[in-house]
């Protein structure tokens, strides 16, 4: 009866540990893959120890390239869409226009609309415009794909800011650009910041609408659907790791600055 009472008490957290192993099982078999010396060409067996592919992870050709490329549209995306997202996300807050219910509903189309269906769309429209498709049609299709999510998340924080303190700074004479830079912005830089971390791992993540627009250009998720028709490198498993690795180092310093400040306020 006691394990019964202390089981109902701790089911909430219990069922988010489960959850959270069970999305963070694949990582780990990502990273203790990525020790792996496989015998064949296809890394899905465990054979041997081994540190290799850790120490020349540029070891497969091309493969660097294409993580470049990635790294460069993933950055440039993001910065173009939290750029874009922010104005448009502080616009539909603070402003009333016409068609402002319609805008604010369509900027959920992205993310309700399946990703064949917007590929096939700006592909059919690059065609149209004589565009030669690379590393500009990516760039503009995945800022156009993270756009929305931005817009959500930076939304969302504007939504629950506190007008009087904007009014306050106005009252001390504080300009309107003093009052954006020192009062509105920093309010704002956690939901532009989730929005510009979610359009990072968005766009280099992407597959679906790469593949349409891409061209000749080969970013590092088609390198690794072109590698697994005839073996997956173990190099894979090691970029995986160091990006899942840097993800999570990022998080704990963003926490830690985080609990920081509140301790700084307190």
Request: with cysteine; proline share 4%; glycine share 6%.
């Amino acid at each position: 009866m006691a394990f019964v009472n202390w089981l109902k008490r701790h089911l909430v957290v219990i069922a988010g540990l489960l959850t959270l192993g069970y999305m963070l099982l694949p990582n780990v078999v990502v990273t203790v893959f990525s020790f792996n010396k496989p015998k064949g060409r296809f890394n899905y067996a465990w054979q041997t120890f081994s540190l290799d592919a850790w120490k020349d992870p540029c070891g497969v050709a091309d493969m660097c390239g294409s993580l470049s490329i990635s790294l460069q549209i993933a950055v440039w995306a993001t910065i173009g869409a939290t750029a874009l997202g922010t104005m448009i996300a502080f616009a539909l807050v603070r402003y009333r226009f016409r068609a402002r219910g319609t805008v604010s509903s369509l900027i959920f189309l992205p993310m309700a609309m399946p990703e064949v269906v917007m590929a096939a769309s700006l592909l059919t429209l690059f065609l149209n415009m004589g565009a030669q498709l690379g590393f500009w049609t990516i760039l503009i299709a995945h800022i156009m794909f993270c756009l929305s999510f931005v817009v959500v998340a930076v939304k969302a924080r504007v939504m629950s800011m506190d007008p009087r303190l904007e009014q306050a700074a106005q009252d001390l004479y504080a300009g309107p650009v003093q009052t954006f830079l020192r009062v509105t912005l920093p309010i704002a830089a956690p939901g532009i910041a989730a929005g510009a971390m979610l359009a990072f791992a968005l766009s280099f993540d992407d597959f679906i609408i790469t593949n349409f627009n891409a061209g000749s250009t080969v970013t590092f998720p088609m390198f690794v659907w072109g590698s697994a028709q005839r073996g997956t490198p173990v190099q894979i498993n090691v970029i995986g790791t160091a990006m899942f690795i840097i993800a999570v180092l990022f998080v704990l310093v963003s926490i830690a600055i985080g609990n920081r400040r509140s301790r700084q306020k307190a």
